[in-house]
């Protein structure tokens, strides 16, 4: 695998910035329903998600593009590529999949996103965005080795 040109502070820049959204997002996640349905909680949410997954993309379209040196747009893709070259497990590629799919749907159809959805998303599934960050981590631990 050629890693010459992957950009590890670029990657660890963005880890930190899916680790500090994950944070804020606990953060919302400790809120009871009607709470967290209050003020701008959820556009709040939906930002730090979105952000978070762009990152995640980025990373993940990084490291493809410089290690296996294919050019991916395509979120799905970058997420089963990832699950191909073991760069990360095929459970974490499974799940990139899916959060892909919910990627473009806070793009695409922002207007059918529901608050209580993000909620759930909050309580349930932040350990996804968790796995990523360690198993980039250790992707690049065992890089320098």
């Not at 993309?57 to 073991?86: P, S």
């Not at 919910?102 to 922002?110: P, T």
């Not at 599934?125 to 065992?142: C, G, P, Q, S």
Request: positive net charge; proline residues 1%.
């Amino acid at each position: 695998m050629v890693i010459s040109n992957l950009n590890i502070k670029l990657i660890e820049d963005r880890l930190g910035f899916i680790n500090e959204a994950i944070a804020r997002l606990k953060r919302l996640s400790l809120y009871s329903e009607v709470e967290f349905l209050k003020d701008d909680n959820p556009a709040i949410a939906e930002s730090y998600l979105r952000r978070s997954l762009e990152a995640i993309f980025d990373i993940g379209r990084h490291i493809i593009a410089k290690t296996a040196g294919k050019g991916i747009v395509e979120y799905k893709e970058i997420a089963k590529v990832l699950g191909d070259k073991k760069i990360t497990t095929r459970d974490c590629s499974n799940s990139l999949i899916l959060m892909a799919g919910y990627r473009n749907r806070l793009i695409h159809f922002y207007h059918k996103v529901e608050d209580k959805e993000l909620y759930t998303i909050l309580k349930e599934n932040l350990t996804d965005f968790e796995r990523f960050v360690k198993e980039i981590r250790d992707f690049i631990i065992a890089l320098k080795k």
